[in-house]
């Protein structure tokens, strides 16, 4: 994009509200748990998460945080290694957040939908011996901690232990959190945050989005993701009400509904996920209470700001923000509701403010000339100490670039400076990527890949998914020369282990291979078989030379059934035209053709659209053939369904639920 923006303001998000209060920056000179405990005093009965299942007040999510904690320090004494969180979407894995940073020690998410052996991988890299959990991951924690780690299920917590306040003192700079991202050398990374560190990024959120307790804030990742911590601590650090809503469970019609009966007024995802968001929206429907929609991680295009606004009134604002694990920084664009759109991406890093500094660099390490694409770097006091356990590449990554002292991260990414200050994101400097709002290095993918029996040379590329978003593509070249590609099938254990006869492989082989041992977002969507891959004259892997995958079928291992009736052709039309494929079969798997949850949402809604028909977004997955969602849809019959988001005006929200965890 070039020429002066027309759409971006400055300032925070104004609250019709006159409750909100700047989060003072020597306010980070404390502990996350001194600031929450603030909060719960004085607003100690107001509710601080709420779930379809249950509602905690502050002070009964204090009281819940404080037996974990006890529990935490009875286990571990004085143990300083990090603790391990392993939880579904429930406020209970919010409230063991805040017990182990109560407790004085770093917390390291774990996400049980990943591939066991990868979260072992985590556990040992981080060298937790305590893991808390609850009843519904009880078994996968006990799985892996084996014999070297203790379990703390926050369910079987006797009522009458102590829930009074620590009362530790705990430093601004001690360890708070650990998030692990995809690694270049194919060994996840974590990246280690302090409390300051975890406050100033709070206090940013909350500032530019003008948080106060009025406001109610969707949660729709779980703790495990690196993109939640500010939703959790934007708003449990500023009294306001959080409402975590699992995707993977429901589904965009699900989700629409959630935002209007909750009366959500700050909602944060990915544009992808905005976007299934909207196609589930009826025409003219509204949600009225939400004021402040904040997107981060893909490209935001100038079609999605005009279908926002179709949807969503002048008094909603629309901002596009950047950000990185290893840094604080937080400086969103904020998008003017009644200005002109102009072509190409929207910037996602807005003009400067306070704290901080960008810096565009070249290669020499000297700025860029005005206009000129840069390397993103990011100067400020409130960087990531590093990585955990890897002191090359925190020395690499996080180095000054003047004598003053001041540290600066060097992010890899790609900037272009605006004539208003603000920054257009370019993409990578290598073959990083992101996918579905992960960071995703392609060496952890293809190392993957190579572990697997019969892959002989493996390449992975980011591309784009002609939805604004990325998806990977893999190349593999299968067995021994000469051998025509027949190698042994990939069955993996839950361990990781392979097994399975001598066949040939196909892609459906190894994207099922790889489903057992990595998460689902580093599972390419398309794997592409090749005799070869392509060198420079070099002998390097030439990874522009790589084809494209085009758009037909990949090889499976079932025979080709074409669609027979009206209502399977339209159905594996639907599936060719969000997969990107020609040819879809009856019989063919949708996550072997490179489906996910994601791409399953916006299946259900072009289903509903056009059949009339509401099919779950678990229905797709548990049963996905087009064959099998004929029978899906014939049982639920045609018209619209009775579950359907609409009518949306008018309607009042749900009325406060009185569950709560037991004190």
């Known amino acids: 994009m070039t020429g002066e923006p027309q759409f971006a303001i400055r300032g925070r998000c104004r609250h019709p509200s006159a409750r909100f209060e700047p989060f003072a920056i020597a306010d980070v000179e404390q502990s996350v748990p001194e600031r929450f405990e603030q909060q719960v005093d004085r607003h100690a009965e107001r509710i601080a998460i709420r779930t379809a299942a249950e509602t905690l007040t502050y002070a009964n999510l204090d009281r819940l945080a404080n037996r974990i904690a006890h529990a935490i320090l009875a286990r571990a004494g004085g143990d300083r290694e990090p603790v391990a969180v392993l939880f579904e979407h429930e406020a209970a894995g919010i409230a063991a957040l805040l017990g182990v940073l109560k407790a004085g020690r770093c917390y390291v998410p774990l996400d049980p939908a990943s591939p066991v052996a990868r979260t072992a991988l985590l556990l040992e890299d981080a060298g937790a011996r305590v893991i808390v959990t609850h009843g519904r991951c009880r078994a996968l924690a006990e799985r892996l901690a084996g014999s070297g780690a203790a379990v703390l299920d926050v369910d079987a917590l006797d009522g009458s232990a102590p829930s009074e306040r620590l009362g530790l003192r705990i430093s601004p700079d001690a360890l708070a959190s650990m998030y692990y991202t995809s690694g270049s050398t194919g060994r996840p990374k974590g990246v280690v945050e302090i409390h300051r560190h975890r406050l100033v990024n709070a206090r940013r959120s909350v500032n530019a989005l003008g948080i106060t307790p009025d406001d109610r804030l969707v949660l729709l990742y779980t703790v495990g993701f690196s ?310 004259a070099s002998g390097k892997l030439d990874r522009l030379a790589l084809p494209a995958p085009g758009r037909d079928r990949p090889a499976l291992d079932r025979a080709f059934r074409a669609a027979v009736t009206p209502l399977e052709r339209a159905l594996a039309g639907i599936w060719g035209a969000v997969l990107g494929l020609d040819g879809i079969g009856v019989d063919d798997d949708f996550l072997e053709l490179g489906g996910d949850s994601l791409l399953a949402m916006q299946v259900t809604a072009r289903v509903r659209e ?39 005006v008018g309607e009042t929200p749900a009325a406060e639920a009185a569950t709560s965890v037991p004190e």
């Open 227 to 536: 993109g939640s911590a500010n939703d959790v601590f934007g708003a449990l650090l500023s009294g306001a009400r959080l409402c975590p809503f699992d995707l993977r469970a429901g589904g965009a019609d699900a989700l629409a509904r959630w935002l209007r009966d909750e009366a959500i007024t700050i909602y944060h995802s990915t544009p992808q996920v905005l976007r299934s968001l909207l196609d589930a929206l009826p025409v003219g429907a509204e949600l009225a209470a939400l004021r402040a929609v904040l997107l981060h991680s893909d490209s935001l295009y100038p079609a999605d700001v005009e279908r926002f606004r179709r949807h969503f009134g002048p008094t909603c604002l629309l901002l596009n923000a950047w950000g990185v694990t290893e840094s604080s920084f937080f400086r969103p664009y904020f998008i003017d509701p009644r200005g002109a759109v102009p072509d190409g991406a929207v910037p996602a890093i807005g003009p400067p403010e306070e704290d901080d500094e960008i810096r565009l660099l070249d290669d020499d390490g000297g700025s860029v000339a005005p206009g000129e694409t840069g390397e993103i770097v990011v100067t400020s006091r409130y960087l990531s100490p590093g990585y955990w356990g890897r002191e090359g590449l925190t020395r690499e990554r996080f180095r000054a670039v003047d004598g003053s002292g001041v540290g600066a991260y060097f992010t890899g990414d790609l900037g272009r400076a605006l004539p208003d200050g603000s920054i257009a994101h370019l993409g990578r400097k290598d073959f990083q990527t992101k996918v579905r709002g992960y960071r995703v290095e392609p060496a952890e993918v293809e190392g993957a890949l190579r572990a697997l029996p019969g892959v002989r040379q493996a390449a992975v590329m980011g591309q784009p998914d002609g939805q604004g978003g990325h998806r990977l593509i893999a190349y593999v070249v299968m067995g021994e020369a000469g051998d025509g590609g027949t190698a042994r099938t990939v069955s993996p254990a839950v361990d990781g282990t392979a097994s399975g006869a001598a066949v040939t492989a196909s892609a459906g082989d190894l994207r099922r291979a790889l489903r057992e041992r990595l998460p689902d977002y580093l599972v390419p969507s398309r794997v592409v078989l090749l005799p070869a891959l392509p060198l420079t």
């Open 610 to 648: 056009t059949c009339g028909v509401d099919v779950p977004v678990e229905a797709l997955l548990e049963a996905p053939t087009v064959a099998q969602m004929a029978l899906t849809v014939a049982v639920h019959g045609a018209g619209p369904s009775p579950g359907a988001v609409a009518p949306f």
